[in-house]
């Protein structure tokens, strides 16, 4: 969650990182990955969220 709260996108959170890896903040930064997974899923000011894309939200809209 703190990736999604970040409000200057500093962080990232790597899905396959062993404990206390060494990470190079300036490769994050030239690849965009920094702030990546709120971009993704559309959280933040000024952009368009993705939940409604997604079959569980759309099945529970239906059932309504």
């Given at each position: 969650m703190c990736e999604l709260y970040?409000?200057?996108d500093a962080l990232y959170v790597a899905p396959q990182v062993e404990p206390l890896a060494e990470v190079?903040?300036?490769l994050l930064k030239e690849a965009g990955l920094l702030g990546s997974y709120r971009r993704n899923i559309g959280w933040g000011r000024n952009l368009t969220t993705t939940a409604q894309k997604d079959?569980?939200?759309q099945l529970l809209k239906r059932m309504k």
């Open positions: 970040c409000p200057v190079d903040e300036d079959s569980t939200y």
